[in-house]
Nanobody, 129 residues
Framework: VQLVESGGGVAHVGDSLKLSCTAS????????AGWFRQVPGREREGLAH??????????AYSDSIKDRFHVSTNDAHTTMYLHITRLKPEDAGVYLC?????????????????????WGKGTLVTVSQ
């Protein structure tokens, strides 16, 4: 099982950017999936996550980005997206996606080193003026 992120690169302040996270070996309808951001010198920051339960799709966002970020998946539940609008300099960082079996997810993401979480390697977003 693995996750592979793509879509990062250099973008300008005010631009929009769409990141992708492709799963192999599992699908997102059986997992809670999320986006995180890693900036040097800071703890990994949870941005958003998405999950399915009883046919309903649930989203959760960090307060700092909820008005500009949107998380979604494709119909096949194989790819998760993060659509970022109105880019700001502080949006720069490595964006990682993660997934966890929804049957063991208790509402909080465990420590990044937890064996329960599948992590991608990340995609770098650079924001220029």
């Amino acid at each position: 099982v693995q996750l592979v992120e793509s879509g990062g690169g250099v973008a300008h302040v005010g631009d929009s950017l769409k990141l992708s996270c492709t799963a192999s070996g599992f699908t997102f309808d059986t997992h809670v999936a999320g986006w995180f951001r890693q900036v040097p010198g800071r703890e990994r920051e949870g941005l958003a996550h998405i999950s399915d339960s009883d046919g309903h799709r649930f989203h959760a966002y960090s307060d700092s980005i909820k008005d500009r970020f949107h998380v979604s998946t494709n119909d096949a539940h194989t790819t998760m997206y993060l659509h970022i609008t109105r880019l700001k300099p502080e949006d720069a960082g490595v964006y990682l996606c993660a997934a966890m079996d929804r049957n063991v997810f208790d509402g909080e993401w465990p420590d990044p080193s937890s064996a329960l979480v599948i992590w991608g390697k990340g995609t770098l977003v650079t924001v220029s003026q």
